[in-house]
């Protein structure tokens, strides 16, 4: 299958920080198609990280909607959740159970490079669209399955979300005070993981089918993997020397002094100091310039070990001030903090606002919407956010019309018969 010429774009204008018209940019995936049939989370995200580059992504949902779509707080009906995962995406409705259905996603999938999955393992193949069939339509198809714990293993067949993943890979073990009860992140950490995984596997995918000619793959992604790939060397330690790390609060079991201090007027401010000359130049300001001379001092395992002599000092000083003379005090003597924000205080910062990190879209339902911006920044070929999440359905005529010929009074038969 080759490439699909990049459809035409016509240039709008959206609101940054600095209210400054920007335009909009096709983007590097321009003329990839990908059809995006997951739900709720890791596999939506992989999708509209895709679609941040410029692919044409489809959204392929039952006549019900995705749960997504309600999940969390909403405006006027919208979920305000749903405007972000799925923004940059053409929505449609199809019925899969229905031979109707199957027959038009076929048709879809001829015209694809990608898609995207997550339903159960089995589900797919019970309704005549797994991986096998669906590549005798399009050899070239990259397709993503997402499930809790893959496709194979003695768990494959398990309900999964991305907090069973946080409890099993390790991370609610190692987080929270070291005498209180494992701690959950208090949103989809291990769906965003598996996203970015995701996102990076089916561009390998896509590089081994263009550039070496490899044809089409399919993926096995797990909710699980991803967060266990990036949570450190604790299988390593343990293997080699039957360690099982633990709670540890804010502080670091690599490197000290590491934690969130209090200030006078009642702000959070955090620092790290994983490098010794850091460390060194911390204790010299909080004027224990003494600490930093002991001969354990330069190796961070020992700093670890000295964390109470190290944290009072440090915690004493930073308590004593505001937080502006904290702040100012730690960058003049070159030592890494940062405060701790609630989202009003992101919003509001300067820097943040500088690099437009929380940016303003033009929403079709609410207007004036802010969300957060690309998560990287490409000089020659800049993606964009065209728009956000869509109503349900909101393109299927015209996406159907334009893909398969599909209008008028068949799409009324297919509205009425539950297809669409």
Do not use: C
Request: without cysteine.
């Amino acid at each position: 299958m080759t490439r699909k010429t990049p459809e035409s774009i016509t240039p709008q204008d959206v609101p940054g920080s600095d209210d400054e018209a920007q335009p909009v940019s096709p983007g590097p995936l321009a003329g990839l198609r990908v059809l995006d049939l997951g739900t709720v989370y890791a596999a939506p995200i992989t999708a509209m990280l895709l679609g941040d580059w410029g692919a044409d992504v489809i959204k392929v949902e039952h006549p019900r909607g995705d749960p997504a779509r309600t999940h969390g707080l909403s405006k006027d009906g919208h979920g305000l959740w749903w405007k972000v995962i799925s923004r940059n995406k053409r929505t449609i409705t199809l019925n899969f159970s229905k031979p109707e259905g199957q027959d038009i996603l076929r048709g879809l999938v001829a015209q694809a490079d990608v898609v995207i999955e997550n339903f159960r393992p089995g589900v797919m193949e019970k309704w005549g669209l797994g991986p096998e069939e669906l590549q005798k339509v399009n050899p070239a198809l990259v397709v993503l399955r997402v499930t809790g714990f893959g496709q194979k293993g003695p768990y494959s067949s398990r309900r999964a979300f991305g907090t069973l993943a946080e409890a099993m890979s390790g991370l609610a073990h190692q987080t929270g005070e070291e005498t209180g009860p494992p701690t959950l992140p208090p949103f989809g950490l291990a769906d965003g993981v598996a996203a970015l995984a995701g996102a990076y596997a089916v561009m390998l995918a896509l590089y081994h089918r263009d550039v070496t000619k490899g044809g089409g793959q399919v993926i096995d992604l797990s909710l699980l993997e991803p967060l266990v790939g990036i949570l450190g060397p604790g299988p390593s330690v343990y293997d080699q020397l039957g360690l099982i790390s633990g709670r540890h609060g804010n502080r670091s079991s690599n490197n000290a002094p590491r934690n969130a201090y209090l200030t006078s007027d009642g702000r959070w401010v955090a620092i790290s100091a994983s490098a010794t000359s850091v460390a060194e130049r911390v204790m010299r300001l909080v004027g224990r310039p003494d600490i930093a001379e002991q001969s354990w001092f330069p190796r961070a395992g020992e700093r670890v070990k000295h964390a109470d002599m190290i944290d009072a000092p440090v915690a004493e000083w930073i308590g004593a001030r505001p937080m502006e003379e904290v702040s100012a005090a730690f960058q003049a003597a070159g030592a890494a903090l940062a405060p701790v924000y609630d989202i009003e205080q992101l919003v509001n910062d300067p820097h943040v606002r500088d690099r437009d990190m929380i940016t303003t879209i033009e929403d079709d339902d609410l207007g004036p919407l802010k969300m957060q911006n690309l998560i990287f920044r490409m000089g020659n070929t800049p993606g964009s956010i065209r728009h956000g999440g869509r109503r349900l359905g909101q393109d299927t005529g015209d996406v159907l019309d334009e893909l398969l010929g599909i209008s008028g009074d068949k799409l009324d038969e297919l509205r009425e018969n539950g297809v669409i």
